[in-house]
């Protein structure tokens, strides 16, 4: 043998010992590179598609395609201002709170009145606790602060002691971690904006393929035999309310204009079951911004601010008119009967103690000038009751034993002493389209179900507001952002167990 032959026949040895070596060391990402050779798709990139993604990659090490035809990430995941409920979790324990999985499904059921499916509330009772570990341990989430929000019978609803609102924090910090993915390893993460869905193909029963239009317009296929779809609800589109809630359509709305209901409409046209699809929510607090008080785009008042202490006054009577904590049904059909009939307006009224237990959304507000500091003095201008009787009124609220509304709780009060000096924090709402309870019909491992409770194809899942039966007929504040996440890592475990 030559001399040269034997230096490349070296060198090969080398070279195959390397590979050899190397792929000893990473036989995990060889393997799953070879298994899954088709990414699961992913429909929209909301909390559920998040968390459906960050679960597959994450602890599965399996490829996904992410589609939403939004320019960013994050859906209306990124709006949501008061946060996320898990019970019996370690910062209720830490902060002495008495809660269990048990009260959570019963508060959700009673909620619920009679509609949805009772697996899936449970399953979303039980999940909430490894829910919100999961955000603090493998996301670094602080979640160490707890609200009560209406219909709920302890507080269960976590944020962050940080600067960021809940929605906002949580969805960026998954959103970070997908695209520092699809940085480092492109294989196992793409991420597609502007990518509108228009077809999912099924042969035999099994998912073959989804086919959309990129950002420019040009139709694209990706063959899969997984597809989530968590691509939002249909608050904004005057159509499907006009169909299922015809009631509403005129209400103004806390949904973009991304929310119109794509993926019920192929859903059904694959064959899926839609199920409570006529169970819209209405939020009872959107702010009326002064400078466009007309607008059909209002921003949510969240239910954080009545859950630490705001009160909502008639501005006919300039008193109290309800339970704040009531469920949302209960807290909006009181604001449209008995205030103002053209416009159905309220004014949600704050303490200093409210201000500085939520500074951060607060002040935002401020900035937005969709809440005012002022006095119970000046507030007494624009109602007909005089400061000394508007300070009684908040005094009452703050004092009584025995609330005459029997709210549960009345944390963060007015003081000891109100008069017509007391500062306080004074904000416009009125009812507003905000959840639409209904969607595809799924069972508790998110496969989408027909008409006879059994999965229309292998392969097909939802997760997030697409689906019904989480809610029934009315939601509890703070479940939306926990669906996301339960179903949403229920639908990658699903997947991960079938491959």
């Given amino acids: 043998m030559s001399s040269r032959r034997k230096f490349y026949t070296l060198v090969i040895c080398i070279a195959l010992f390397l590979v050899l070596r190397r792929t000893a060391n990473t036989g995990t990402e060889v393997k799953m590179a070879s298994k899954y050779s088709n990414p699961v798709v992913i429909i929209g990139s909301g909390l559920a598609g998040l968390s459906t993604a960050n679960q597959l990659v994450l602890k599965h090490k399996i490829p996904i395609v992410l589609l939403d035809k939004a320019s960013s990430l994050g859906g209306n995941s990124i709006k949501a201002s008061s946060g996320i409920n898990g019970a019996f979790t370690g910062t209720q324990k830490s902060l002495d709170v008495e809660d269990s999985e048990i009260a959570f499904y019963q508060d959700t059921v009673s909620s619920a009145k009679n509609a949805g499916v009772r697996t899936l509330m449970s399953k979303l009772a039980t999940d909430s606790s490894s829910a919100i570990s999961w955000l603090q341990q493998d996301f670094s989430l602080k979640l160490d602060l707890l609200a009560q929000l209406g219909g709920h019978s302890a507080p269960r609803t976590h944020r962050s002691s940080g600067k960021l609102p809940p929605g906002f924090e949580i969805v960026q910090a998954l959103s970070n971690s997908l695209k520092s993915l699809s940085e480092s390893n492109p294989q196992m993460v793409q991420i597609h904006l502007n990518s509108k869905v228009f077809d999912v193909k099924i042969v035999d029963k099994k998912v073959t393929s989804v086919e959309y239009y990129d950002q420019d317009g040009v139709a694209q296929r990706v063959h899969t035999e997984n597809v989530v779809f968590c691509s939002g609800g ?63 785009w209002k921003f949510l008042a969240a239910e954080a601010l009545r859950g630490l202490g705001g009160v909502l006054l008639n501005p006919l009577t300039g008193r109290r008119f309800v339970n704040e904590l009531g469920t949302r049904d209960v807290v909006t059909a009181a604001i449209q009967s008995k205030c103002p009939q053209d416009d159905n307006k309220a004014l949600l009224v704050m303490s200093e103690a409210v201000y500085a237990n939520y500074k951060n959304n607060m002040d935002f507000y401020i900035f937005k000038k969709l809440i005012r500091k002022t006095t119970v003095a000046e507030l007494a201008n624009n109602v007909p009751i005089s400061a000394s009787e508007l300070a009684s009124e908040l005094q009452t609220y703050s004092s009584e034993a025995s609330d005459i509304f029997n709210r549960v709780s009345r944390i963060n009060n007015f003081g000891t002493e109100v008069d017509e000096n007391t500062k306080i924090y004074v904000g416009e709402i009125t009812p507003v389209v905000h959840f639409t309870m209904g969607g595809a019909k799924i069972d508790e491992h998110t496969r989408i179900l027909d008409s006879f409770d059994k999965p229309i194809a292998e392969g097909l899942f939802a997760a997030g507001e697409v689906s019904g039966g989480v809610h029934g007929a009315n939601r509890l504040g703070g479940s939306s952002l926990l669906e996301c996440v339960v179903f949403g890592r229920t639908a990658a475990d699903t997947i991960a167990a079938k491959l």
Wanted: cysteine-free.
């Fill in 234 to 296: 249909f608050g904004f589109s005057k159509e499907l309310l006009d169909k299922y809630a015809p009631a509403l359509k005129n209400l103004p709305t806390t949904n973009g204009a991304q929310t119109t209901g794509d993926g019920q409409q192929l859903i059904e046209k694959l064959g899926g079951k839609l199920i409570d699809m006529s169970e819209v929510q209405v939020h009872p607090t959107g702010f009326v911004d002064p400078s466009d008080p007309h607008s059909n």
